[in-house]
């Protein structure tokens, strides 16, 4: 026995040599290549992954190469560091992790290129460089999703997860699978930290609540929040309690539609654990949902619509299709709880449109806003873009004036929210793959510009192919989720809540009562 071992070691040096010394002989073979012909356009790639901007941290960016061939060779570099050569008999590309980060870390704010070769008939064909550039600033670190299937009426499978976007690592924070299959949505983070969070639970089986994690701890609210916003104090957030309808057009390409039959805001104070609802939004003819806080906290902004009809019940109400929202906002002074008049920085008079989900950048200057033919739901409606305010050049000027973004598709945009760095958006969109949104980062620089956006890599650059399941309300964060899972699980289970007299009746059920099994639609999308 001693004997085998004493031939076997250098057996194994000698077939670990020849492996190494054929690696080498391939690569050079590869590397060699002088006899080619150019073509003359970009090769086909999927993701498409061209001339845009990337995050220096942003995980690899594989991709399948749709140029039929036999024989694959794909050379990734920059001006600094070491290039990524890639030989495959196949078209999908797989970049190496460590030696892409090294490349991306070392040429920050330059240039990455990437040139493909594509052997056909014992001939290799050169396609013109792919080039991208790498932005100085990182994204953050995660992004926070729910993955839900795309149907309308029920649903057995859905859950928040939160992705590593420095490389593919997904993990689950809450899936419905572990309480009886209910709904879990608005995921809401303060100040893109998961210090303090909230996440609604939907459940015929446990009710209606709202999950506060704070610091680790998960305390259940006996009553669920709406699109929800922080303070940036933490101190309080503001919700929207609605009254929400589902119904179908008999005949378009989206036959799906939504309706807030009622709506207003309310506030959550955190020390006194409390809800208030203050004067200013117990307005009874008027639909309000969508808040958000500007960074500093003195202005809170959100959607306002009339009420058009008589009959609150009635699905579809009369003139459903000319409900349009305006953009408000009112101030508010922390110290003495004290708000402001509201007043209206873009009508739906003046845009044509319904003006939906704010969302300020953390530097102040942006607003990022949907507008879409009519109607609360964007994602629901193809005419939904992307449009972006300068809010320093409107307070100088005193006019709110908004541009639609180019980086919009000709399908739904919606669901849109910032970096911690204000240079990063994440936003859904159904370009590419019509009835699933995906989620897609776009750059924006100091004069408002943005890049062709970026879809979420994937590992397997052709998961999206297969993938039967929405990616919605991608929200960024920096840090991991402080308790996941069964912490959560447990709290939704269980039978202690903090209890929560609401002062109205009109726009969200009772903390004490179950919601509607009718009323489940509305957590889709």
């Not at 001339?51 to 749709?66: D, S």
């Not at 995660?142 to 992705?163: A, C, E």
């Not at 969070?197 to 009710?207: E, G, T, V």
């Not at 972006?388 to 669901?415: A, F, H, M, P, V």
Request: net charge neutral.
């Amino acid at each position: 026995m001693k004997r085998f071992y004493y031939y076997l070691i250098p057996v194994l040096i000698i077939i670990s040599l020849l492996i190494g010394l054929l690696a080498y002989v391939l690569s050079n073979k590869i590397e060699s290549i002088n006899e080619y012909y150019l073509i003359s356009r970009l090769p086909r790639i999927r993701p498409d992954y061209c001339n845009t901007v990337i995050p220096p941290n942003i995980a690899p960016l594989n991709f399948v190469v749709e140029e039929k061939g036999s024989g694959y060779f794909v050379k990734i570099y920059s001006q600094h560091g070491q290039a990524i050569k890639i030989f495959s008999k196949t078209a999908k590309i797989i970049i190496p992790e460590k030696a892409w980060h090294n490349l991306l870390s070392d040429n920050k704010g330059g240039q990455l290129h990437c040139d493909i070769f594509v052997k056909k008939e014992n001939n290799w064909n050169l396609y013109e460089t792919i080039t991208n550039k790498i932005a100085q600033e990182n994204i953050d670190n995660f992004l926070v999703y729910r993955k839900i299937l795309p149907g309308h009426s029920m649903w057995n499978k859905m859950g928040v997860y939160q992705r590593n976007l420095y490389n593919y690592d997904e993990l689950p924070i809450l899936k419905n699978t572990s309480y009886n299959r209910g709904c879990v949505n608005c995921h809401t983070f303060l100040n893109n930290r998961t210090d303090k969070m909230f996440l609604a639970i939907r459940s015929s089986h446990y009710k209606s609540s709202s999950i506060l994690i704070e610091d680790g701890t998960v305390s259940k609210i006996g009553t669920k929040f709406g699109y929800t916003s922080w303070h940036p104090s933490g101190r309080l957030a503001v919700y929207t309690a609605i009254k929400v309808r589902q119904f179908f057009h008999s005949a378009q390409e989206e036959v799906r539609d939504v309706i807030d039959l009622d709506s207003l805001l309310a506030c959550y104070m955190v020390e006194s654990k409390t809800v208030k609802i203050p004067s200013i939004f117990s307005e009874k003819n008027r639909l309000e949902t969508y808040p958000t806080w500007s960074p500093d906290g003195n202005y809170l902004y959100f959607c306002s619509a009339p009420i058009l009809w008589s009959d609150g019940n009635r699905v579809p109400p009369e003139r459903f299709g000319e409900v349009k929202y305006d953009l408000v906002r009112v101030s508010y002074d922390l110290e003495s709880d004290q708000w402001g008049e509201p007043e209206t920085i873009l009508s739906a008079q003046d845009t044509g449109l319904s003006i939906l989900e704010p969302r300020i950048s953390p530097d102040g200057r942006w607003l990022l806003v949907c507008m879409c033919n009519y109607g609360c739901f964007p994602v629901f409606q193809l005419s939904s873009d992307l449009y972006l305010i300068d809010l320093k050049t409107s307070e100088e000027t005193g006019q709110y004036k908004y541009r639609r973004l180019e980086i919009n598709s000709d399908k739904s945009e919606s669901w849109h929210s910032w970096s911690s760095n204000s240079r990063w958006i994440a936003f859904s969109s159904k370009r590419d793959y019509g009835e699933f949104t995906r989620s897609y980062f776009s750059y924006i620089d100091t004069n408002g510009e943005l890049s062709k956006p970026l879809l979420l890599p994937q590992k397997d650059p052709t998961f999206y192919d297969s993938c039967l399941e929405t990616y919605s309300v991608p929200e960024f964060i920096i840090e991991p989720v402080r308790a996941r899972g069964e912490k959560i699980a447990k709290a939704v289970r269980g039978e202690a809540k903090i209890e929560v007299d609401i002062p109205i009746t009109m726009a969200t059920p009772k903390a004490e009562s179950s919601p509607k099994m009718q009323d489940a639609w509305q957590e889709r999308e």
